[in-house]
């Protein structure tokens, strides 16, 4: 009994500053008392620590097994494999029919039908997609216990005339790195101080999920499993209204939407920013009614269709952003006072609650609104001034499947072209692929397309170019008129790898580098000591029955006679299936034309060991995007290794070194030189953005380039006002826009590439400038690089021309270096082939900088 007595004692003192139900919840809320509170499951009273996210989930699965009116279901896996958890919560009858009831709410969407009196509107509430903005997901326990227990008229009411779809934890990885990190550094006695290492996260901060991916920018694009099961979940019911919870600054109050009025996507419907707006009534009301704090129409937008709470606007839905002052920990001093934890809970609870009482008193508005936004699209289509999209197809399978994939998940169908087809001067091959404008899906095929460069408001929060088609550097085009035109009668659909014909001896094998998945296929047969070479120029070559076949450079070369494994052949025949790439069997080493199989033409290739550095002042998000794509795409597990730790790391055991975007200036003068050694005596060295500014800084790099603050100084500030300052700092940004550069296709890096044009990714204005060397000059802007996205004038004439990759040898070794970023947010297949070739690629050539 001493024992109990003590513990519980300790528990007490440890949760001082918790707060009850009664905190929380109106006094006449009443509860049914056989639904366990989230304190008699967790042992703690919510507020009083971060929840864990396994024990979110435990709460979750025990409210399904006590209440009649909710359904568990796991949706997906995280890339850590914890589940994604969603709750469908609705009056028991109506949950005995939830199918139907789906299959009827999206059949309105189609019919041109009003819907019944009895039509429920669907709100689906998603809490914490950032892992350290955990309020949101602690109010989703109180959230799902009041929809569980609460009893009276007003939640019958809502029970009959919604269903909700809950969504607990948007990001389980990030969640609960950050719940040990703010647990962990929890005293007995809070700290209030807003620099104890309770409120200072170490990097990478708990905010991205596995990779360091924001998956707040990934409902369209679709990189990351945790997206791909909530889009899937999200077409499955097409829901009226979509929440989407989160923290800003401590120092700030509570915001929710309508965000700045200007700087909407043109293409969501105004009647999307009215409903929007008389929803924002009610939570301005409840936040009166607590004496809280808020602000509406500043600093956020509904720009760019990757984010919750504009993915369904551009999807007949009304996404609502909310954003709660943090307290990072348990208790922080700020401007407006010492903040609890539990105060930023209780906000977001009002806020789900309001939510709710806006969907019941504005069901039918809802309905109606999502119903004409599908219905009318067909005849919207019909008035635009072009029919469809034309995709262009190519040899890199991958890349073509992946990008239809998207569209797929997207609910946006593309058909296979049975014959080629001529568009403005450009043929597309029979192996392309259109897009009818005129699909239910309208609005957001325009907005994966689109091309616009000029905006009502130009200055964005995010970014304001993201053709989906120049990611995956796909040529494309709009189609104005059917003639010509022959389809696929069905909609294209993924199919199972193909199964290649078994390869036996011969004098040589070889693969096309063309494929997206041809690095991690050459790469994992080099770890399993299969010896490789690449053909730095064009060959052809005596195949199978006596054939010749042409091998474009950079196809990889197998030679038999220098195998040591006993079973190497059938390690290439499991390659071959695994990777859907075809091996082709070479039967002599005499070319007809080019190089011959002995050549010293043909370049030995080795399996890269990479170093990607880390830490503070490096980028997570650009340094998690190497990781990612290294991982995903290529097979290599990088050694990530923080800036401070780099004296101790012994450089000869890597081939490569990666500097992704960031400030390297914290590394001491002994790691300086030790890089400068290390790439003298063979090593490739790749930087980009501030990783390429740290090249050229330490005279690795032999270039120039203009710095923010050059390319700034070009913009005129005679005769502005005070007013004009934010005005004049969106025009100076480039806040993310598409731009083009040309190829030198003769170039080992940039092998696989077919086009002598190439679409980038800009967000900086940091800008290489093109050098005066010979052969150096891998990517230089267009004269008229700007193809998607907004960026002033003044910039796109400063970035016309510059350089957007310059490779060039230093010692032994290869220095690269790249403008932007090559694999931003994981979706940039073009540009990451240029990462992957110069792991394998990067010795292979020699070009003076000087």
Known sequence: MRWIITIMVAMLSFSSGAKPLSYYFESDVAFDPNIPTPEQVLGYQVGDWHVRHDQLVRYMEILAQTSDRINYEVIGRTHQQRPLVMLTITAPDKLNNIEQLRKAHLARLTTKKPPSATAPAVVWMGYSVHGNESSGSNAALLVAYYLAAAQGDEINRLLNNTVILLDPSLNPDGLARFANWANSNRGMTLSSDPVTREHVESWPSSRTNHYWFDLNRDWLLLQHPESRARIAKFHHWKPNILTDFHEMGPNS?????????????????????????????????????NNALYFTEESFDDFYYGKGSTYPDVNGGIGILFEQA??????????????????????QLLTSLSTFKAALENRTALLDYQAEFYNQAIELAKDENFQGYVIAGGRDNRRVSDFLSVLKQHQINAYAMNKELTVAGQTFAANSYYVPLAQPQYRLIKAIFSEQKNFADNTFYDVSGWTLAHAYNLAFAKVTSNWGLDIADDAWQAMPTTQHQPLNAGYAFAFAWDDSLAPKMLNSLLQQGIKARVALNALTARTANNTEEDFAAGSIIIPAGLQTNSNWLAQLNQAQNEFGIAIRPITSGL??????????????????????????????????EVWYYLDRFVGVA???????????IELSNYSHIVLAHGNYSALSDAAKVAIKSWVRKGGVIWGHKGGAKFLADQQLLKASYLSREDVASAFNTEGLSYADKDHLAGRQR??????NTHVDLTHPLTFSLQRN???????????LEASTAPFVNVLTYTKAPLLAGFTDAINVEQVAGGAGLIAHSYGRGSVIAMTDNPVFRGYWYGTSRLLSNALFFGHTFRASGN
């Open 253 to 289: 109050s509570y915001f929710f939407q309508p965000g700045i009025p200007s700087r909407k996507h043109p293409i969501t419907p105004d009647e999307n920013v009215s409903l929007t707006k008389a929803i924002a009534n009610y939570h301005a009301q409840t936040l009166d009614d």
């Open 326 to 347: 943090s307290s990072r920990g348990h208790l922080q001093d700020t401007i407006n006072g010492p903040l609890s934890f539990a105060f930023t809970i209780k906000n």
């Open 591 to 624: 070319t007809s034309k080019g190089a011959d199989l002995g050549s010293r033409t043909m370049a030995v290739v080795t399996a890269p060991k990479v170093l990607l550095l880390g830490g503070k002042g490096v980028s997570q998000y650009e340094a998690g």
């Open 638 to 648: 990088p050694t990530i290794v923080e800036l401070a730790r780099l004296d101790a």
């Open 734 to 739: 480039i806040a993310g826009a598409i731009f």
């Open 757 to 767: 044009t190439l679409p980038v990714f800009k967000n900086s204005t940091w800008l």
